[in-house]
């Protein structure tokens, strides 16, 4: 291999990794029926009461916009992340609301905020508690 060619891959692969780290951790979970639990250092939210349905879990750092069905439609969430994280719902204009989700926080049927989430961060994001 070229000396040029040998160092643009190794600096490449280490852009790579530094945008890796850098990103929020969404993780892609169990197809529906599949109950999974929340793994350390995440919080997984549900499309069904109960931990069933679609799963989608989240690791911190930063926001991340939830995904696998579980967006305006988490109606169960677990959360092993050893801190705190919050729920993220967003309204109409610039508005939004925030829930904190403490450690071991769950909920099985989660209908004050089933159908008001669209993400989680490490942070309130400016919004106002909801």
Known sequence: MHRSTALLATTLVGVAAALTLAAPTAVATAPAGAARAAGPGQVCFWTEAGQHGQAWCYAPPGYAEAENGTQRHAYSFDSRVDGTVYAISYGPGNSCL????RKDDY????????????GVSDNKMGCEAG
């Open 98 to 101: 925030y829930r904190e989700i």
């Open 107 to 118: 909920d099985e049927n989660w209908e004050a905020w089933a159908t008001k989430f669209d």
